[in-house]
């Protein structure tokens, strides 16, 4: 057993309210600058919906991920093989162009305050920030929000290929259109295509916390990594000629707080904690057939609390304090506990870190005689037809296995059901129980899931481990120590606060 920590994340898609926060911490934070206008290291999709970059799910168009041989048992990637990594580094057919993302634009405000006086309202109009010229804006970064020029983008969701008319009919009916929000960052997966991927031993993971990183110094700009990706989430930047990706704001972590996305989060939807993982299953992990890829990334992720576990990650090297958070998680409580967070594409086989627990909204059924039913007991009658397909669900969040997502909307229902029991008292106590059971629940989980759920606390949704710096720096500031090393700071006349 190879005990390995990782910083790893829940984004709970019930309580997403597309409210593009989020996107727009992380750009303020880390891509307003020349060269990163078009990036989007946080992006919120709308569900159905083609998304950023456009259909960035078409791994036959885009290439991304791994590819899996049933008969040898192994897998590759799908973008490159040893004899064309370096035709492809001149040019690769599969890399997303501009008209894949968008051409990043701002208005020109100044005109509304200098426009001379006139009968007309003076307008701003868009000007391109690459060439600073007018421009027809024909897409952005969320261009299908809130199903916006639905059926036209909604349609082209690649996940509807698998349902029946009827279910396609199911999310489209006019005036119940039905929909989600889908947050999207870098999934910092455990077997990373961008990292396989680059000629130049780039990206890495860094060892204490699993972060996917890019080393700016030694990227040379191949984009190899932007096609491996099959989440599209590695930008390359047209200015510095080198590639750039999320960083889960490991500067913030390494000071004690949450990434930007997280901490700015208005419907509190994300949840940070410490997974421990046995490396030496990451080999075969994701070498199994689609449907027991849920269930073989859960069996690579270590119980904290096993004294065997602990033994072992202590002799890798693993803090007391990171054993801790591991052992506090709310990650370990939404994937292995109560088995309600999976991961997005798993069959891309790059075995995310970021994990969803699918939306259950709406809760209501569709009947036989066609009426929307809001009784609780109707509702696991229906499955089939809520108005959410399970099988749409079981595209994005389990290989197509619709068992695992059937077990996941159970329980999230009997934790409605229980919850209003105890309030409202207008379910029969046996049937409140039955429910219970047929979701394999008991009243305590119920408890812990809804108050991890809705109502918990800054200090239950990130449970932060302590980590190191990046590159070591002076570690002694204070005013008694300070050696004028300037900490942080890369201005030489920095000067450290008293
Ligand atoms: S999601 Fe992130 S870690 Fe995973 S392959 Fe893409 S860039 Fe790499
Ligand atoms: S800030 Fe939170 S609630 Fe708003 S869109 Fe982003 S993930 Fe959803």
């Keep these: 057993m190879d005990v390995r920590a990782h910083v790893s994340v829940i984004f709970h898609l019930d309580k997403c309210i597309g409210c593009h926060t989020c996107?727009?911490?992380?750009?303020?934070?880390?891509?307003?600058?020349?060269?990163?206008?078009?990036?989007?290291?946080?992006?919120?999709?709308t569900k159905p919906g083609t998304g950023y970059?456009?259909?960035?799910?078409?791994?036959?168009?885009?290439?991304?991920?791994?590819?899996?041989?049933?008969?040898?048992?192994?897998?590759?990637?799908?973008?490159?093989?040893?004899?064309?990594?370096?035709?492809?580094?001149?040019?690769?057919?599969?890399q997303p162009n501009l008209q894949d993302y968008y051409e990043p634009f701002t208005y020109k405000y100044e005109d509304l305050f200098t426009?001379?006086?006139?009968?007309?309202?003076?307008?701003?109009?868009?000007?391109?920030?690459?060439t600073g010229e007018p421009i027809e804006i024909k897409s952005g970064p969320n261009w299908d929000d809130d199903l916006s020029g639905s059926p036209i983008y909604a349609e082209n969701d690649l996940n509807l290929d698998k349902l029946t008319e009827e279910e396609r009919a199911q999310l489209f009916e006019i005036e119940r259109l039905t929909m989600f929000y889908l947050p999207r960052i870098c999934n910092h997966?455990?077997?990373?295509?961008?990292?396989?991927?680059?000629?130049?031993?780039?990206?890495?993971?860094?060892?204490?916390?699993?972060?996917?990183l890019i080393?700016?110094?030694?990227?040379?700009?191949?984009?190899?990594?932007?096609?491996?990706?099959?989440?599209?989430?590695i930008y390359f930047n047209w200015k510095t000629g080198k590639s750039e990706k999320c960083i889960l704001c490991f500067p913030r972590l390494e000071t004690g707080q949450p990434p930007a996305c997280f901490h700015s989060c208005v419907g509190r939807i994300r949840y940070l904690g410490v997974l421990l993982?046995?490396?030496?299953?990451?080999?075969?992990?994701?070498?199994?057939?689609?449907?027991?890829?849920?269930?073989?990334?859960?069996?690579?992720?270590?119980?904290?609390?096993?004294?065997?576990?602990?033994?072992a990650a202590l002799r890798n090297g693993i803090s007391e304090e990171f054993l801790d958070s591991a052992q506090n998680s709310p990650a370990y409580k939404y994937v292995i506990e109560w088995k309600l967070a999976l991961p997005l594409h798993i069959e891309y086989r790059t075995m995310p870190m970021l994990f969803y627990v699918p939306p259950l909204l709406p809760v209501m059924g569709k009947s036989a005689n066609g009426t929307y039913e809001h009784s609780a007991d109707k509702f696991f009658t229906s499955l089939e037809d809520a108005r959410i397909p399970v099988?749409?669900?079981?595209?994005?969040?389990?290989?197509?296995?619709?068992?695992?997502?059937?077990?996941?909307m159970r329980?999230?229902?009997?934790?409605?059901?229980?919850?209003?029991?105890?309030?409202?008292?207008?379910?029969?106590?046996?049937?409140?129980?039955?429910?219970?059971?047929?979701?394999?629940?008991?009243?305590?989980?119920?408890?812990?899931?809804?108050?991890?759920?809705?109502?918990?606390?800054?200090?239950?949704?990130?449970?932060?481990?302590?980590?190191?710096?990046?590159?070591?720096?002076?570690?002694?500031?204070?005013?008694?120590a300070c050696k004028g090393c300037s900490g942080f700071s890369l201005d030489p006349a920095f000067t450290p606060r008293a």
């Design 23 to 45: 996107s727009v911490a992380c750009k303020n934070v880390w891509t307003d600058r020349p060269g990163a206008e078009y990036m989007w290291w946080n992006n919120v999709e």
């Design 53 to 94: 970059p456009t259909r960035w799910e078409d791994q036959e168009k885009f290439n991304g991920g791994w590819k899996y041989d049933a008969e040898k048992k192994d897998i590759a990637l799908r973008c490159q093989n040893k004899a064309d990594t370096f035709l492809k580094l001149f040019y690769n057919p599969n």
């Design 115 to 130: 426009a001379p006086a006139g009968d007309d309202q003076p307008t701003a109009v868009p000007v391109s920030l690459i």
């Design 189 to 212: 997966c455990a077997n990373p295509t961008c990292v396989a991927a680059c000629p130049s031993g780039a990206i890495y993971k860094r060892g204490e916390d699993g972060i996917v």
């Design 215 to 233: 080393n700016q110094e030694k990227c040379r700009g191949w984009r190899a990594c932007v096609a491996a990706c099959p989440y599209k989430k």
């Design 277 to 311: 993982y046995d490396a030496d299953k990451i080999p075969s992990a994701m070498k199994v057939s689609d449907r027991a890829l849920v269930d073989s990334q859960r069996d690579a992720i270590l119980d904290p609390h096993d004294p065997e576990v602990v033994a």
């Design 391 to 408: 099988k749409y669900l079981a595209s994005l969040f389990s290989a197509g296995n619709e068992q695992v997502v059937e077990a996941v």
């Design 411 to 480: 329980k999230l229902m009997a934790v409605r059901y229980y919850k209003r029991w105890q309030s409202v008292r207008d379910l029969a106590e046996n049937d409140v129980h039955r429910i219970l059971r047929e979701a394999k629940t008991t009243p305590e989980e119920v408890e812990a899931i809804y108050q991890m759920t809705a109502i918990p606390t800054h200090y239950q949704r990130f449970v932060l481990p302590p980590l190191q710096r990046e590159e070591a720096i002076e570690s002694t500031c204070s005013p008694e």
